[in-house]
């Protein structure tokens, strides 16, 4: 168990998303990586019933699996206002929620996930994984995992390096948007900066991560299914084709 | 203090109800008048009888006349009570009139006498009285005493008696096994199935009372019982009752576990539960010993069924043998563990003694692992929830909250059987004897640094730990080597000081060789420090030579010493052949034979530093290496400034 980086693939035009996937794994195998398995994170979101009057959007509830930690369901509560509660359970979680009908009903056309192959090389562990939701076909989430450290601020030059070397890509050189510095009320009233990448990292992080790439995505199809035109928020990733200075590293190819 | 309470009584002055109309109105019995209750008091009295109570009995009888009779005549109530007043004063007049007429003749004395009667004395004297007293309280007497005695017999024929009674034995027995009564028979049980065991065969025993006619040479247990006593212990020579036990648990029973190198024997153990136990059969009866050997039986053959199952399941990289009662397991290659269940169904005092070496570790541990598979079926791993499945261990109920990952879960599952458990006890067992033998033969060969080993007093099965300390006698302050060796199943793994770690195999040459090699850095080490200690200046040392031949073993070290004015030097060199083989070498400067060469003319030349010359290290007086070289230096410095 390490720190786990989330980096979503942006989509070249004209190709399938299959054929990404099979692209990235041979190089993954060409580089000396170990096919190992298959790997799943899904999340179920559930709203609160009865809507709340005035206009707020009621609670919603996440749960979420994820197949690296089998024995366990993550469960997240997002309140309108932004502020998340985070649980980690037992499998028989799921058992509870369905008890729950009354309280919370599930939306089913926003199941969400992302599944497919495991590759393990060294001490990383990489997953290429296609996000689907009710079948149809959203992106594709890279999700990198180094284990031998616990603070993403230790090894985070590695792991851009990295992802830079087999996804082609270009990484920003900050941390990534879940880990950014942000700004928490201390228990004395007071408003201090927290720098997340600091931290010791836990399963529930990459859950959340997972959770902030699922929410982009299900915005991505309601910003298109209401045809909204030109929006803020379209790609997650910013995908630059200048050159970079990878060049000095040696590891970094960039073809534009 | 008291208050007076008053209290107010009423009547409830409710009327008696004398019809209900048709229209649900009720007629009420007008209350009595005061003439009407004057009338019914006068009714009651009796004027015939004089007594109270003879008076109250015939209110009674007045009372249950009125009822009767109130139902016939209502009507005439008002003059009914008048009437009975005045036929009983008619009655009474007439006894009067009587009495007069006859107190007038008998005064007359014509027709009628009055006698005087006689007075009889009074015939029971006091005496008589005291008399029938006496005979009374002599019969009660005699009933007490009687009981008396029957209890007084009871009480002394049960101490004194040598039949021991059947009931007070049955308790005995109860007290210790469990027992329950179906039909007309008692059955006991003497398996560990309420222990949590899943053995299959039943270990019932059946409880009859013993025959007074010995007939010894029929059922096995009495044979027991016979032999038993005859073991010399101070036991009854019968009981009251006999158990039965079943056939295939009857006689005694061991696990016998020997390791076994080339068919010699190293060494044995045996597991047995007797012996262990507080020693109780001196008090209870000749059934205790023969439900104690049944019991081990069972356990034996349980331990051994289940030893036998997992040797076959197990897949080993030699196969495990199973034939017939013996188990045979390979340790290391040439060593085998045989595991053999050995049974006698008849129970000879000449049967040989356990065996010497006895293995009380192997023994305990078999007994302890099969307790342990009993324990886990019996008993589940707390938390017990209500609304989960109830079975697995702490561990696992947390590896859900806490995001066990998969590595962590798969570990979770990995168990170990029985036999896969006592395999590596012994082979632990073995590898730390070997390792002692090594150390020991060593530290007796090897005098000149002292290798001193101290084992850890708290192990576990399968790992111990020791720490090997070589000094040389009289410079322990100067230097010590230490290092650590952990001992494993198979393997040794050796920590030194400076952070390397080594891990060998399971043969004892690497060991050796590897204290030979730490040996001889040791030495080099020590003569470094001690050169330091006697103001030699260190020119050089160096762990790994690289010169000379190619030893055997290790590298060669070595350490260039130069003397405090600079005009000797010394030159160690130490390899391992295998034995510790020391040179040493002196070289002086100015060099002694230098002669001014056309090609060399000067004479400073000549301080450059001589050949160096072997030393007949032998020779030199001293009792260790270190002392050898101390002396060395010593008469190598010279005082000149």
Redesign the interface.
């Known amino acids: 168990?390490g720190v786990t980086v989330l980096q979503p693939y942006p989509m070249p035009e004209g190709k399938s998303g299959a054929h990404i996937i099979d692209y990235l794994g041979k190089r993954l195998l060409s580089l000396g990586a170990t096919h190992a398995g298959q790997f799943l994170v899904d999340c179920e979101t559930f709203i609160s019933t009865p809507q709340p009057h005035n206009g707020t959007p009621g609670r919603a509830v996440h749960v979420l699996h994820n197949s690296?930690?089998?024995?366990?369901?993550?469960s997240i509560i997002d309140s309108g206002t932004g502020k998340q509660v985070s649980l980690?359970?037992?499998?028989?979680f799921d058992l509870l929620m369905l008890k729950m009908t009354n309280t919370f009903t599930s939306k089913k056309q926003t199941k969400i996930e992302s599944r497919g192959a495991r590759f393990e090389y060294g001490d990383f562990v990489i997953k290429l994984g296609s996000v689907t939701m009710m079948e149809h076909f959203k992106g594709i989430l890279i999700e990198i995992e180094y284990k031998s450290c616990m603070i993403l601020a230790y090894c985070w030059e590695m792991i851009r390096e990295m992802l830079q070397g087999f996804l082609n890509i270009n990484v920003s050189k900050d941390f990534p948007t879940y880990f950014a510095t942000q700004t928490i009320m201390t228990a004395m009233g007071q408003q201090q900066l927290h720098a997340k990448h600091n931290d010791l990292y836990?399963?529930?992080d990459t859950v959340k991560q997972y959770l902030e790439q699922f929410t982009n995505y299900r915005k991505h199809v309601s910003m298109h299914g209401s045809l909204s035109g030109t929006s803020g928020i379209q790609q997650p990733v910013h995908m630059s084709s200048s050159p970079v200075m990878g060049a000095a590293g040696g590891l970094v190819l960039i073809r534009s | 203090m008291s208050n007076s309470v008053n209290i107010s009584v009423e009547t409830t002055c409710e009327n008696q109800i004398r019809e209900i109309g048709y229209d649900g109105t009720e007629l009420y019995q007008p209350p009595p008048t005061l003439s009407e209750s004057l009338a019914k008091c006068a009714a009651r009295i009796d004027f015939s009888k004089t007594s109270l109570d003879d008076l109250k009995k015939e209110e009674k009888t007045a009372a249950a006349a009125e009822e009767e009779n109130k139902d016939g005549t209502q009507f005439q109530e008002s003059l009914w009570p008048w009437d009975a007043v005045r036929n009983k004063l008619k009655d009474a007049l007439t006894e009067i009139c009587v009495l007069s007429d006859v107190i007038s003749i008998a005064k007359d004395k014509r027709y009628l006498v009055l006698d005087p009667l006689l007075e009889e004395g009074d015939d029971t004297k006091p005496i008589v009285q005291v008399y029938s007293r006496k005979k009374a309280i002599s019969q009660a007497a005699q009933v007490l005493l009687s009981g008396a005695e029957r209890l007084r017999n009871a009480h002394s024929e049960q101490r004194s008696r040598n039949v021991s009674d059947f009931h007070i034995e049955l308790l005995r027995l109860r007290q210790n096994w469990r027992l329950k009564k179906v039909s007309n028979a008692i059955i006991g049980d003497l398996s560990y199935r309420t222990a949590g065991s899943k053995f299959g065969m039943s270990g019932t025993f059946e409880v009859t009372k013993a025959e007074e006619a010995s007939d010894d040479d029929s059922t096995s247990t009495s044979t027991t019982s016979s032999t038993a006593t005859n073991n010399g212990m101070q036991m009854k020579a019968s009981s009251a009752l006999r158990v039965i036990v079943p056939a295939e648990l009857q006689g005694v029973a061991y696990i016998k576990v020997i390791t076994q190198k080339d068919q010699e024997d190293l060494c044995t153990a045996q597991v047995n539960l007797m012996g262990h136990g507080p020693n109780i059969t001196a008090q209870v009866g000749v059934w205790q010993k023969t439900l104690e050997f049944a019991q081990n039986v069972l356990f034996c053959k349980e331990l051994f069924a289940q030893l036998a199952r997992e040797a076959i399941q197990l897949q080993a990289p030699i196969p495990h043998v199973v034939i017939g009662n013996q188990i045979r397991a390979t340790l290391l290659p040439n060593i085998q563990l045989i595991i053999s269940l050995c049974h006698s169904t008849t129970f000879d005092s000449n049967q040989p003694a356990p065996i010497n070496d006895h293995d009380h570790v192997l023994e305990h541990s078999l007994h302890q692992l099969l307790r342990e598979v009993h324990y886990k079926n019996s008993h589940h791993p707390f938390p017990h929830p209500a609304?989960?499945p109830l079975g697995p261990t702490k561990k696992?109920?947390l590896?859900?909250?806490?995001?066990?990952?998969?590595e962590t879960?798969l570990d979770m599952t990995k168990s170990q059987t029985i036999l896969e458990q006592i395999i590596a006890q012994a082979q632990h067992i073995f590898m730390r004897k070997r390792t002692q033998y090594v150390l020991d033969t060593l530290a007796r060969d090897v005098k000149d640094p002292q290798i001193v080993s101290h084992w850890n007093a708290m192990n576990s099965p399968t790992m111990s730990c020791v720490k090997i300390n070589i000094v040389t006698h009289g410079y322990d302050a100067i230097g010590r080597t230490s290092l650590v060796i952990h001992v494993k199943e198979r393997s040794l793994k050796c920590i030194c000081r400076d952070g390397r770690v080594m891990r060998l195999s399971y043969e004892p040459q690497e060991l050796r060789d590897l204290i030979l090699c730490q040996i001889n850095s040791h030495q080099i080490s020590c003569l470094v420090s001690l050169a330091r200690c006697m103001a030699w200046t260190v020119l050089s040392n160096s762990n790994h030579l690289g010169i000379g031949k190619v030893e055997p073993l290790g590298n060669a070290s070595s350490c260039l010493l130069a003397s405090p004015n600079g005009d000797r030097m010394i030159a160690v060199q130490i390899r391992c052949d295998p034995q510790i083989d020391v040179k040493v070498y002196i070289a002086r400067s100015p060099r002694q034979d230098f002669f001014p060469s056309p090609l060399v003319p000067e004479k400073l030349w000549e301080n450059l530093g001589g050949n160096f010359k072997e030393v007949k290290f032998d020779k030199i007086e001293g009792k260790s290496f270190l002392n050898k070289m101390e002396f060395l230096m010593a008469s190598l410095t010279s005082n000149t400034a």
């Not at chain 1, 980690?88 to 028989?92: F, K, P, T």
């Not at chain 2, 590896?399 to 998969?406: L, N, S, V």
């Open positions: 168990m690296e930690y089998p024995a366990s369901t993550f980690v359970a037992d499998s028989i836990e399963p529930t | 609304s989960a696992r109920m590896a859900g909250p806490m995001a066990a990952d998969r879960l």
